[in-house]
């Protein structure tokens, strides 16, 4: 005779185990988009811990900056900071130096690098590849290394203390060539080979042609180069000494004194300062990103 176990197992009907796997993989399907929402918000709130800090320290005293554990929202909003700052620092003329280089240097950037970049990607010439595996190569060699030499030479030319030292130096970018020539590949030799055939010149297609097809990517250069102008201290530290000739990363070194520092409007600056790049990020973000994207696709 059969115990009762043995008749119940009987009759259950048998377990697929394909069944389960694809109820595990449904699940799994359903449950990884939403872990990787979580850790995109947590990445995101982590990158905007500094920047919430930053904000909560411009609207502080000097005594209330660094306290433990950190207030975030402070008693008492100090919205004069962003009044009393005009009137401690020339503000106006630092952020003026800064909008001036930023805006020179990064002109000059897509100039130099659109058009270096295009004779890369689409001009051929005895040892092309290996000249510019070369010029990319500079990446890689710290700034430290010849920082010294760029002086040394910018003060023969007597041009420290002059705007046209860093215009000079940062003109020609490196990474701004690699970056347009790699937009560059993914636009058809076909259309190239096409007007030449038509009687345009390299010089015509680039401005007809190749220009009008690189927004996204000359979109995605103009942005980091103007942030990475206007972040720049070390630069400007070492050629311009001259007050009126200082951008606002210098000018917010006055509130650093022998002995202490005001926090509360070195933030206040610094907040100020952020202000300009979130509006260039803001008017060119969807170029930005299809820039980013795009780059490095050839087609």
Excluded: H
Aim: aromatic share 14%; charged share 15%; net charge positive.
């Amino acid at each position: 005779m059969t115990t009762l176990r043995e008749a119940a197992r009987r009759a259950a009907p048998p377990v697929d185990p394909a069944a389960g796997n694809k109820s595990r993989g449904r699940a799994w399907r359903v449950a990884r988009p939403v872990l990787t929402y979580v850790a995109l918000i947590a990445v995101a709130l982590l990158v905007l811990v500094p920047f919430a800090w930053m904000l909560s320290a411009s609207l502080k005293r000097d005594n209330e900056v660094f306290t433990v554990p950190i207030q975030w929202i402070p008693d008492e909003l100090r919205w004069s900071n962003f009044v009393e700052i005009w009137d401690r620092v020339p503000m106006t003329t630092y952020l003026g130096n800064s909008v001036f280089l930023s805006v020179t240097i990064t002109c000059l950037q897509l100039l130099t690098g659109s058009f270096a970049a295009y004779g890369f990607a689409k001009v051929r010439f005895p040892g092309r590849d290996a000249l510019f595996l070369t010029y990319i190569g500079t990446i890689a060699v710290p700034w430290q290394a010849y920082m010294v030499p760029q002086y040394i030479m910018m003060q023969r030319m007597e041009l420290t203390n002059t705007y046209w030292s860093i215009i000079l130096l940062q003109a020609f970018s490196a990474f701004g060539v690699f970056l347009m020539r790699q937009f560059y590949l993914s636009i058809p030799d076909e259309l190239c080979e096409a007007a030449r055939i038509d009687g345009l010149s390299e010089y015509g297609i680039y401005r007809r042609i190749v220009l009008p097809l690189s927004k996204p990517a000359l979109a995605s250069l103009a942005l980091l180069s103007f942030v990475g102008t206007w972040n720049d201290y070390m630069g400007p530290f070492i050629y311009l000494t001259s007050n009126e000739l200082w951008t606002v990363q210098l000018g917010l070194r006055s509130f650093v004194g022998q002995y202490d520092a005001e926090y509360a409007m070195i933030m206040t600056g610094a907040v100020l300062s952020v202000l300009p790049i979130l509006v260039v990020f803001l008017l060119g973000q969807r170029y930005f990103i299809r820039g980013i994207a795009t780059t490095g696709l050839k087609g």
